[in-house]
T-cell receptor
Framework: DAGVTQSPTHLIKTRGQQVTLRCSPK?????VSWYQQALGQGPQFIFQYYEEEERQRGNFPDRFSGHQFPNYSSELNVNALLLGDSALYLC?????????????FGDGTRLSIL | AQTVTQSQPEMSVQEAETVTLSCTYDTSESDYYLFWYKQPPSRQMILVIR??????QNATENRFSVNFQKAAKSFSLKISDSQLGDAAMYFCAYSTRAQKLVFGQGTRLTINP
């Protein structure tokens, strides 16, 4: 049973560019959340997708957008990259409305902005 | 807004001994969940233990147990018989049924052989 998979593992971009990160949830999960983890910090919630719609959003600018596909996989898009966007981006999946079930995390995508 | 605070940036313990990691949180909700996640250098966030706020009994998972003090909004993690493989960053996290996780800043745990 595959867990949460993220791609790519590492990515290097320059300021002003755009990037797309991908996530496939754990089998049977229908909700995908994205987190940004700066070096030495705890993860910060970006947004959550359910039924192909953004259901919750954290304190991130509109440069951060996402999408969820009918097969529950998800993409995170970041436009006009800034140096401060350098971080580990974590995807987590879960089953909707089952609050006592933990979110399962992928290995993350390390994004470096030059 | 909900916040989670881990006041110990780093902790170290001798192998086979016991260590306790501290966590406090702030919320006005009555129904919520608390978690401890472990993040080794491999980066994957691994669930260690979870606690439902409505349960008075402290959760335990083998060598890992929590001390949940709801009135004090405290949620500490005790690791017994520490092993070298326990070395990692440990994050305390909070969520409601909406499932958005709020994390603390983390505690780096070192195990000394």
């Amino acid at each position: 049973d595959a867990g949460v998979t993220q791609s790519p593992t590492h990515l290097i971009k320059t300021r002003g560019q755009q990037v797309t990160l991908r996530c496939s949830p754990k089998s049977g999960h229908d909700t995908v959340s994205w987190y940004q983890q700066a070096l030495g910090q705890g993860p910060q919630f970006i947004f959550q997708y359910y039924e192909e719609e953004e259901r919750q959003r954290g304190n991130f600018p509109d440069r951060f957008s996402g999408h969820q596909f009918p097969n529950y996989s998800s993409e995170l898009n970041v436009n006009a990259l800034l140096l401060g966007d350098s971080a580990l981006y974590l995807c987590a999946s879960s089953i909707d409305r089952v609050g006592n079930q933990p979110q399962h995390f992928g290995d993350g995508t390390r994004l470096s902005i030059l | 807004a909900q916040t989670v605070t881990q006041s110990q940036p780093e902790m170290s313990v001798q192998e086979a001994e016991t260590v306790t990691l501290s966590c406090t949180y702030d919320t006005s909700e009555s129904d919520y969940y608390l978690f401890w996640y472990k993040q080794p250098p491999s980066r994957q966030m691994i669930l260690v233990i979870r606690q439902e706020a409505y349960k008075q009994q402290n959760a335990t998972e083998n060598r890992f147990s929590v001390n949940f003090q709801k009135a004090a909004k405290s949620f500490s993690l005790k690791i017994s018989d520490s092993q070298l493989g326990d070395a990692a960053m440990y994050f305390c996290a909070y969520s409601t049924r909406a499932q958005k996780l709020v994390f603390g800043q983390g505690t780096r745990l070192t195990i000394n052989p």
